[in-house]
């Protein structure tokens, strides 16, 4: 005879109910996912390139790129990989001003308004020129920002879709 206790039965074959997972519909999109599309949005725009171009160099439809940079859909990791070498970018851009928890450091993404002036003065070629916007933006910030709070509404807003007409 073996010194050996029978074996128990590993318990109940059905699992306790798991933890629930987030659901888009009722928790919106995860502030991971949101900060990556805003980053890969931002570099398609800084790219200069079209959405359609971008989705034609990553293999997908330009819808596919929208639900991406919107956060409705979650980026692959091969998506990403791919992303960051068409931009040239490593691939911690993606992931650059989350702090260790995930969550984006205040401040982190650009909000559209930020991403098309950023386009808009680096199509200014005068040095002069882009000067006296640099001095304008200052005394503007300046004189009007002391009525109006860094983060109010009319400032840009992130998850908004940018406007169809484009700058000149």
């Known amino acids: 005879m073996s ?3 029978p074996m128990e039965p590993p318990g109940p074959l059905r699992k306790g109910r798991a933890a629930r997972r987030r659901i888009f519909r009722v ?4 502030p991971i ?3 990556v599309g805003a980053q ?3 570099a398609r725009v800084f790219s200069g390139m079209t959405l359609a171009q971008i989705a034609a160099a990553l293999k997908v439809s330009p819808q596919a790129i929208d639900s991406y940079e919107r956060a409705h859909v979650r980026v692959s990791t091969q998506m ?12 911690g851009y993606f992931f650059d001003g989350l702090d260790q928890g995930g969550n984006p450091t ?3 993404t650009h909000s559209r308004i930020e991403i098309e002036l950023l386009v808009a003065f680096r199509s200014v070629e005068s040095r002069e020129l882009r000067m006296e916007v640099v001095r304008f933006l200052r005394v503007a910030a300046k004189t009007l920002g002391k009525d109006r709070a860094p983060d109010s509404p009319d400032c840009g807003d992130a998850h908004r879709p940018f406007p169809r007409e484009r700058l000149p």
């Open 3 to 5: 010194d050996l206790a």
């Open 27 to 30: 928790h919106g999109p995860d």
């Open 33 to 35: 996912d949101v900060h």
């Open 40 to 42: 890969l949005r931002a």
């Open 80 to 91: 990403l990989w791919q992303a960051a070498h068409l931009f040239r970018k490593p691939i």
């Open 106 to 108: 205040p401040r982190a």
